[in-house]
């Protein structure tokens, strides 16, 4: 069989090349009118939805009077039957009487049934709620309202506080640092500082710079002087306070973090500063007074809270009280990097509290701030990342009916001859294809988007016994640079032909039992890459080198015809020599009629796949549609498509026509 591989041709020229990837989209508006009698928008008219499946719509807002979202926020709509995750971003709308502006996601297509959605955005808290999706024209409409985020660093400045000079530097500078460029970050921030000096987020931002730089001096300068334009800033006068405390200034420190909890009373971690600086200055009821209420505000969160608490009343002679919180660190952080260290102290206190009362006296006396310093428990500040991707293979536990047997033999062998039949349906139709392409950033927010389309068609042939090779023939026939990020993708369905008869021994194979996909039973099964097999499914090819690529995955097969309704895989381990950290691909299939010729084919429906490759991070998804079915003569099998995608009416006329 062919290698599907995604290639690299120059630097940053990559070629995805799966196999085919198709998507039936056969939609039907419902509803009608822009808005309902009390403004809101009507948005079964909006959106289009397919038959026996339901629009949800979710608008979010900031706390503190309901303000709108000043940044993107990232959707999971997540089906409780299978496990199955569904993504999409917010986007800005006008609304209302008075065209306000909201931040608005919206999923159509949703099949009927009860789902979990949570709303993510960098600096605020998730939240998450459950939802019945039950027809068609009645769209489920849910309002959210996020809560910052105390634990996160926020580098977002409103466009109002920076001068309009230094606003595109501030910007790039902020990109940069979420990308952990700090060397691009320090150049436009340095710039942004030389146009707008007495800027306090400018300061902020350069002081956040050098701290994760490590340069703590500079750090503290810049930080400062945020502070001292405007006293109010929290996160600043927290991280003022954490430098002083690497720095070992006591003093500074503590100065800066008694206004930080002032300021910002409900978060535990300017608490569990000012804790651990009174415990450096030997003030140990002030630590222990100060831990205790990092930990009633921070609760499981709050864990490094307790070091400072033990050693405060260690160091107040309340050893058995000491010790039992440096133990409640331990059962809450049982594989913390100071985790050994915390259980040499608590054997350090322990040997000290056993010896007699005269060895005690001729000792030096209790030992003052033990060996842990709770600072490094703490570690350094960083931004909160939202899953960006599906999760993994092994990090859901689906549903499987109980007591039921599964006959694995029969669902291998079934499945498998569908897969035949679904090489020869491949050969026989035409789309339009749209391919939609996003990069990434750390948060899985989209920092560009672009779309093709494309005439396509495909075939699958056996040119030589056990070897399957795939054609894929698009309009306009782009050179490399032509296409999104010079990524060329092709061959995603080829995904399925894990369970063809010449491929499936290449693969461990375990039926996980009888499960659900949107109302229909399905197997579920899991696959893996042998290691005494040979990986032809897919591979990387860098330069000239051909890297195969082992992956591991599941499937949903229907249990009454054995047919494959979706298929996830994923790589099974990272490849770090081609900088591949993570790839996941999901395919679904379904049956796409076609009235004219009185047949149905079975057909993918969607493609998407997530990647993370050389430290950028992509999400690129194919669609088809206006279907057309080829006779089945030879000729037409392999005919070309036309130079430009047909437009709907002349679709129309070739499917009457065929």
Known sequence: MRRFALLVLARDCLTLSFLLVCCAVATLAQGVGPTT???????????????????????????????????????????????????????????????????QGVFTNVAYGEYDIEVSAVGYLSERRQLQVVNSWSPVQLKFTLKRDPEAINLDVPDAAISAKARKEVKRGVSALKSNNLKEAERQLGAAY???????????????????????????????????????????????????????????????????????????????????????QGNYVQARDEARVAIEKGKAHASPAELVLGEALVNLGHDEEGVEALNRFLDESPLHPMAGRVRGLIAQIEEHAAKPATAVSEDTGPPKLIGVDPLQALGAPVLSVKSWQPPGIDDVK???????????????????????????????????????????????????????????VASISEQQPGFLSVDEYRSDKLELAGYPDQIASTG??????????????????????????????????????????????????????????????????????????????????????????????????????????????????SAEIYFDFRRRRYYRRHTFDHYMLFAVDTEEKRKEPQSKPADKSSATEEKKSS
């Open 398 to 456: 689906l549903n499987v009916a109980a007591g039921m047997a599964c006959p694995t033999g029969q669902v291998i062998a079934e499945s498998g001859k569908r897969v035949q039949e679904l090489v020869e349906d491949v050969t026989r139709f035409a789309a339009v294809e749209d391919l939609f392409h996003q990069r990434l950033d750390a948060y899985g927010l989209p920092i560009r988007t672009e779309t093709r389309k494309f005439n396509y």
């Open 194 to 280: 030389r146009s707008d000096p007495s800027s306090s987020d400018v300061n902020f931002l350069l002081g956040y710079l050098y701290y994760e730089k490590t340069d703590y001096g500079r750090a503290a300068d810049f930080l400062r002087a945020a502070t001292n334009i405007n006293p109010g800033n929290a996160q600043a006068l927290t991280l003022l306070g954490q430098a002083g405390l690497q720095r070992l200034d006591y003093p500074a420190a503590r100065s800066a973090l008694e206004l930080a909890v002032k300021q910002d009373a409900d978060n535990w971690q300017p608490h569990n500063l000012l804790a651990d600086t009174y415990l450096h």
């Open 492 to 605: 995603f369905a080829a995904l399925a032909l894990v369970f063809h008869p010449h491929m499936r021994d290449n693969f461990d194979m375990e039926c996980e039992g009888l499960g659900d996909w949107r109302g229909q039973p399905t197997w579920l099964v899991r696959f893996q890459q042998r290691d005494d097999r040979p990986s032809r499914i897919h591979s990387y090819k860098v330069g000239t080198q051909v890297h195969s690529v082992k992956l591991k995955g599941r499937a949903w097969i229907t249990a009454g015809k054995f047919q494959i309704v979706r298929i996830e895989a994923e790589l099974v381990s990272p490849m770090p020599e081609i900088q591949l950290l993570s790839e996941h691909q999901v395919v679904e299939y379904g049956p796409i009629p076609f009235a004219r010729k009185n047949t149905t084919l079975w057909l993918p429906k």
């Open 37 to 103: 009698d009390s403004g809101l928008r009507d948005y079964a008219s909006l959106y289009t939805t397919a038959p026996g499946t339901g629009i949800v719509v979710a608008t979010i807002s900031a706390e503190k009077k309901n303000v709108h979202l000043d940044r993107q926020a990232l959707l999971q709509l997540l089906n409780r039957s299978n496990q199955t995750a569904t993504w999409q971003t917010t986007n800005d709308i006008a609304q209302g009487a008075f065209q306000d502006q909201v931040s």
